[in-house]
């Protein structure tokens, strides 16, 4: 593996994994930015995301995603014993969720969801069964 830096000054300590093998398809995470903005009951976050993929053989493309809402429906995700509930909440709501799936919720860029973990308590199972939870969401269009 080839490791490379953010590219940012003073963030020596966040190295990124870049695939050097021919025909193997890269990505980089080149800026992810949270911006807030505050209204009168508290501050509301938005994130944005800029990442370029490419194959090391012409062949590269870019996607810039942003994301302020929460998941469009209601699923259930499993790995092994561990089972998670993610339920779209309204505007305002935060994340209702507790140790692993708040994480994955957060680190995803979700600001409303309601969540319950079923099943089993295994801190590994349950991060693992909420991202199969979130990878099974599908847009209007895609049903």
Request: with cysteine.
């Amino acid at each position: 593996m080839n490791y490379t830096s953010s590219g940012r000054r003073g963030d020596s300590r966040r190295q990124e994994k870049a695939s050097t093998a021919k025909g193997d398809t890269s990505e980089k995470v080149v800026f992810i930015n949270r911006c807030a903005k505050v209204v009168k009951g508290g501050r509301r976050f938005s994130f944005s995301a800029l990442i370029v993929a490419g194959d090391h053989d012409g062949r590269v493309g870019y996607g810039f995603g942003k994301a302020k809402n929460t998941i469009p429906h209601e699923v259930i995700g499993e790995f092994d014993g561990a089972r998670v509930l993610l339920r779209p909440a309204s505007p305002g709501t935060g994340i209702i969720a507790g140790g692993g799936v708040r994480a994955v919720a957060e680190a995803a860029g979700i600001r409303d969801v309601l969540a319950k973990s079923l099943g089993s308590s295994n801190h590994a199972n349950v991060v693992k069964a909420t991202i199969a939870a979130l990878r099974s969401l599908r847009r209007k269009d895609q049903i």
